[in-house]
């Protein structure tokens, strides 16, 4: 059983999908933290003065993945995660290790999520302010 596949609980986020660094030359030696939850993808960086965004998975339109060479050459790719959010309609998740297992996980989530709320990919797609709240 890989590690990616244990969820775990934790006391600030709840229960935890998938927990990863930002990866430098293979190694994970970076403050840039990424942890999915079932229902949330959270970044967090820095160390001291802490930055942290998140993503609801309803939200999210689609993806990319970004493999550069020495990203390959590390075992390392960037996943883009597109969503529908006006505050980071576009949330990298920069050097992991795995990318293509991540973005399954991510995948099965958000669909997991679009389930619960009956919410379609086209549903999103064209529709600026679908989801803000504000009722326009």
């Known amino acids: 059983m890989s590690k990616t596949d244990k969820s775990k609980t934790d006391k600030k986020y709840g229960e935890v999908i998938w927990r990863g660094r930002k990866c430098r030359f293979g190694l994970p030696l ?3 933290r990424y942890i999915l939850t079932p229902t949330k993808l959270f970044k967090s960086v820095g160390f001291l003065n802490v930055r ?3 993503v609801e998975l309803y939200r999210v ?3 990319s993945l970004k493999l550069s060479l020495g990203q390959r050459i590390f075992g390392c790719g960037t996943i883009l ?3 529908k959010d006006k505050t980071c309609p576009e949330q990298p998740i920069t050097s992991v290790k795995r990318p293509r297992e991540i973005m ?4 099965e989530a ?3 999520e679009r389930v ?3 919410i379609h990919g086209r549903d999103m797609i064209g529709v600026s302010g679908a989801f803000d709240g ?3």
């Open 110 to 112: 958000v669909e997991k």
């Open 81 to 83: 995660v597109h969503a």
């Open 104 to 107: 399954r996980l991510i995948e």
């Open 52 to 54: 942290e965004e998140r």
């Open 30 to 32: 970076s403050f840039t």
């Open 116 to 118: 619960k709320y009956k």
């Open 61 to 63: 339109i689609d993806f």
């Open 134 to 136: 504000d009722g326009e």
